[in-house]
Structure formats: C-alpha cells, structure tokens
C-alpha cells in the first residue's frame, strides 16, 4: 500500500506521502470548537455551528485544492519548506502524516531539520492547540526564520463568501504581544471573538492577505516569506489574516517547541470592551496561560487520549481478522463519534453551510454512538423531538447553533417521525433508562407546547396511520429515507429543489420502505407502550403492524422482490415491469430486518434478488437498472448519471439493512460479505481506484453502471457509520442490547472459530467469549455467566460489575 498504513496500537493511520488520491482528513474536537484537518494541513475551524461561527476561511472548489489551512512556513537559511508540506510544496527528506484519536500529528524533515506538528483541540476548550517541535539535527547551529498563518473567515461562511461589498470594509483586528485579534462586527452585535496566538515573542506579524502575500502569488510564495518581511500593522477591511514570524538559532541537536493557539472567545454583553473599542481580552489570556509550555500542551493531550480510550474500551472484539477489528475496535466507534457531533454539516463534501442537524440522520446516528456517550445521546433525542411538528410530522434540520428547526429542506418527509421512535428505543435499550420518555419536549421549538417524549412518539407513529394511500401503504410526501426518490415533485425547472417542490400533490404515492419502518419501529412503539405507558395502545398498534404486514405482502410484493413504491398515478416503482429501476435496495433491507415475510419464502427470495442483481464487487447498489433518462415522475433519483448517488450508485448507508437482513435470516456468509465489501480497511489495497480515506466509510461508492466503478465519494458524514456498527456488532457478532439485557445472536462465516468482546453495559463489564469449534452459521447452545447456566440468550442482569460470559454455537 503506497500511501498509509494502520497502526492499531496507536490507534492511528498513518499516512506516508501527502500524494493521497485525495485529501484524507481527521476532525479534531468533540464538543463545540471542531476543526477538520488533512494530511497537507488543510481545513478550518469554527465554533458549534460551521455556518454561523466560521472561525478560520476555506475554498471548497479552490484550484488547487486543499490550499487553507494551517499554514507553517520554515526558512532554513534560505531553505523554505512546510511541515505539513502544504503550502510551500517543497519535497521533505520525511514526511508522515498520522491521524488519530483527536489528534493528527506530522513528522517531516529537511536538511538535517525535523519538525513535528501536533495539532489538537484539547477538551473542553474553544481552542485548537499546534505545537510545532523543531530540532536541530547537524553539527551546526541553524538560524530559521518561521511564519506561521491562519486567514479568518467573517464568521457566516455563506456572508463571508458572497458580501463582498459589505465585507471588505468590516474586518477588523488587534495585536497585543504575540496574539493577533480578529474582532470583525465585534463593535456591533457580536459578542466573540478569534484569536491566533504563540508563546513567544515574535519578530514581525501581518494582519492582511494582500500584503503578506504580495500582489499575484497564492500562499505558496507569500512576499513575506520568500523576501523575509513583514507589515507589522494591523490593518482594515479586505481579507484579515494573522501571521506570526518568529526567529529562532538552534545549537547542533536543539530542540525547541512552540505552542500555537487558534481560539474562540464568547463574552457577557456588559464585559465585552476593556475601554473604548478596545476588547476585553482576559477570557483569551487566561486560555493561554492555560497551554502556554510544551508540557501543559502533553497533559491536554493525555486527557484527550484517556477520553478516547475510555469511549473505546465500551466495545471491543479480538477475532481472527485483524482488519475486522480495527474497524470495530477504532474507525467504526470514531467515526460514529464524528457522525454525532457533525450530523452533515461540515466535511470536505459538506460545506457546512447548508445541512445542520439533519432529523431522520441524526436519528440514524444514534445508533452508533449511544452506547459511547448516552448521556449526550439523550440531550440529542431530546433536540431532535423539538423540532416535532404538533402533527406529527417534523422540520427535516435545524441549525446546532439555534436548535431551531427549519425550512431549508422543509418537511414532509414522511419517514423522519418513525426515525424518532428507532432512536429512543436504542437509547432505552441500552441505558434501561425509561425517563426519558417523561421528559417535557416542546413541538417545533415553541415554549408552552410541551408534551412528554412519550406524547412525541404516539405522534410520529399516528402521523403514518393517518397518511395511508389507495393501498393503505404509507404516503411518501416529499420523500422517504431515499431523498431523491420524489414522486409529488415534478420538476422541470433547472435548479429548483427536488426536496421542497411539489407541483404536483398527488396524495397517492406511496411508499414500501416506510410500510417497513413502521413495522419495525410501531413494533418497538408497542414495546414502549406495554412496558412504560399503556398496554391499550399496545394492542392496537400490534394490529395496526400486523394489518400493515399484510399490506406489504398484498400490494408490496412484486414477485421475485419487494416493490418500492407507487407513484402518484399509483404505478409500481421498483418492479420487474418497469424498464429500469426495477430492483431498489431500500425495502429488500428493511423488510426483511422488519421480519416481514420472515417465515415464508419472500425474505429468502428477495435477499437472493439482491444478489443477483444488486450485489457487485465494490458492494450493493442502490438500484437497478440505472435510469439512462430523467424521469420527472420519479425526481432526483434519475437526475444523477448512471451509477452515481442514488441513481445505482452504491450507496453505502443501506448495505448494512442487508447485511441485517441476512444474518437475521442466518446467511451468514452473505451478512458477512456485505459487511467486508464496502467496509474501508479491506479496501486499503485498492485506494487508487476508491480514493477516499482507507479509514472511514463513505457515503457513496460508485456503481458497476458507472465509468468509474469502486470510485468512492463523501467521505465520514454518513449513516453508513451507524448502520455498519449495528450491523456488524449486533448481528453479527450478535451482541444486541434489549429492554431484558444484553442478548447474544451471532451471525457468523463457519470457518470463524469464535471471538470474544468486551461489552460495558449498564454499568456492567461483560467479558465475552463465542466458541465456534461446532463451525455454525447461528445458534446458541450454551451460554454461562459467572460459570452459571443460563437459560436463553439475553444475559440476566444482576449486581455483579464484572461477568464473564462464555457462549458455545451449535
Ligand atoms: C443523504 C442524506 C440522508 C438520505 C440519503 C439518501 O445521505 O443525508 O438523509 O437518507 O442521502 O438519499
Ligand atoms: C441530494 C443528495 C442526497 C441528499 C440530499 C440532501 O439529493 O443526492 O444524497 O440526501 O441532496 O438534501
């Protein structure tokens, strides 16, 4: 592999070339400073919302790309390169990039001078920390000249890349010692401020892009670098920057350490000024004081990485196949992490400006980081329930900064209310903690309007019984899960929104995949009910689901597979009597994990349809046959180029439902094959041909039908993280939280000997050892805890913290 490799012990990828395909990112924060980082350096920062606190400025379709961020320039004596060779370009003598838990940190070196930049946002601070280490490693002392610069964004990005005539007249900055201010609107209404800071002194700063640059270079060949100089002044309007230059000897084998700070800082209205104009500082001082030596920088460090180890150690798997548990031991959970603070919002895909907090993907996300950090999984769903609509329905985002939801990609999609009741139901499955469901939650943000989550959960199930079409199958509205299939839309008009539009309201299309959601989840609804709330309903929503399997069996089966959906003339969507898009993906997944034609022949049926004529070497796509037109009847999803998105792409967030769905019908093989195709670590060897991060799941994966097959986009926020998670460690490996206790249902290859996994689970640590010697695909024999016998698969839960639990297959 030319271009990284795992290093499992450090719980890093280490990146050997700033050559990658693409840039390959980490996301430093886990709280409300976040900052996204490549391997060249690139990225910015912002504060809790990434549209309206940019802190630092990024190009997205810059040419060339990549080309903000960090930007470290080292002047060795007329020798100019980067540590993170971005942006000086100048081949190192070394270079490694290693993205871990939190952190990345770059090894390079040129003429006998290493450098290592660790970067950082410590916990619990609005801040990221650089720490730049040099050393000396010639006979001579060397005397190096060091600029270090960051461009600050006017804090609304989309503002900040559109206002010209306003901006250029707003930025405005101060200097003290060896911080630089960006304090743009300050005057006005905001009430924060970025700062930019090192803990020496400095030689010279710049405060202007245009100065430090000099009239037609990029950052690759600022005037101030390449001709030694500097403005020191602070400057107006235009683009502010702060840039620091720093001289510095070092004696044979020296070594030195900076310790550069972006930071963040929020003040009272009455505190803001220190005297006319002048900002009140001490917030950003006392931050300072706080990272001011290498050895402070060390302990911050230490507490990020014992935080992630103790995340970490919540789940982990030692198994035969190493690659399997890396993903499950480390880029799985971290990525799940960065699915629950990002949402959609901000990736090298994501501009963070469009998509907050997305309610059917957060709901999603859930599934993957509750049993990590369920205190905040419940503030989450709490949230999200906010953004409810008094019917039922719900706004589709809001913004994390405001929590307000809104109508940027409106509402109506019919499957987000069902999306609530998936996520509640983990979080009460693996906390046990069922107050939740009393907690007061307001519908769409209104204060007064507060009904408990239980009330909240009775609407979003009844908002699917009262919007049932000719079929009495559930109605699409602007579209389910699949954003693009829009069957009320019909556009013609270039540009406008497949989401929100709808020139046509039919009030007969109908969807298959949310029939099975509603199966699914009305089921665990009813669970809900017969335990916390009232078994009347209970009853009634039992029958509500079984009237709806009998639907889904009735006018949702097209033979060989399971049927889409009806359009709004009520032809089939997704059957062999279609043309193309015969076979979708979404309700052969759902369906069958829905247990929806479990025990006859369809589940089995549809599962080998897939196979046929879905599943490929990359992984299983959307749909088939690729829409070679647009269809206006259908929407977004024949809009896209054969074999992109939804258009037949491989579109990883739903291959997991299928891996569900063949474990949950013992296919071991093929639950496991699923699971391995799109699964990143086994796709290291082929980064030339997939090209995004070989340490996270994309969000698309290009289709057979496509000219670029195996060519992944999208890289980190996507659904795809949650679902492989549950995928791959409930069903699986089969350890499954449930109201009763942790069950134990494997699902694996007969040629797997067994594993074992370290489970914590309310409050208890449950070491766990599967022995597969009778070389099964399912079944449990035996199980023991604590040498005691046990009868069925769900662990009792008792008083004692530490149980060990061995389970033969047979
Ligand atoms: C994107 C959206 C998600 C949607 C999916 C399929 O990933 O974030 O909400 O379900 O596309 O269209
Ligand atoms: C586009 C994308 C889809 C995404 C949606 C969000 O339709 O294809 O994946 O969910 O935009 O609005």
Redesign the pocket.
Known sequence: MKYGSFDDDRREYVIHTPYTPLPWINYLGNKDFFSLISNTGGGYSFYRDAKLRRITRYRYNNAPGDSGGRLYYINDGGNLWSPAFLPLKTPLDSYCCRHGMGYTLFESRKNGLSASLLCFVPLDEPCEINRLTLINQTDLPKTVRLTACVEWCLWNAVDDANNFQRNYSTGELEQEDSVIYHKTEYRERRNHYAYYAVNCDTTGYDTDRDTFLGRFNGYDAPDSVMHVCSADRVSHGWAPIAAHHISLTLQPGEVRSLVYVLGYAELDKEDKWQQLNVINKSPAKALLERFNTSEKTDEALKRLNAYWNGLLERFTVISGDEKLNRMVNIWNPYQCMVTFNLS?SASYFESGT??GM?FRDSCQDILGFVHLVPERARQRILDIAAIQLSDGSAW?QYQPLTKQGNAD?GGGFNDDPLWLVASVYAYIAETGDASILEEPVPFDTVPGTEASLFEHLRRSVQYTLSHLGPHGLPLIGRADW???LNLNCFSEEPGE???TTANYESGIAESVFIAAMFVLYAGRYAKICDRYGDPEEAAVIREAVETMKAKVLEHGWDGEWFLRAYDAFGAKVGSNECEEGKIYIEPQGFCVLAGIGIDGKHAQKALASVRVHLAGEFGISLLWPCYSVYHKELG?VSS?PPGY??NGGI?CHNNPWISIAEAVTGNAWDAYEAYRRICPAYLEEMSDTHRTEPYVYS??IAGQEAPTPGEAK?SWLTGTAAWTFTSISQYILGIRPSYDGLQIDPCIPSDMKGFKVTRKFRGVTYNITVDNSAAVEKGVKAITVNGNDINGNILPLGDDKVCDVKVVMG
């Open positions: 959609r469009g998509r997305g589709h990609v699949n954003d693009c929104s497949f989401q977004e896209y998105k939804e579109f969000q698309m999208n």
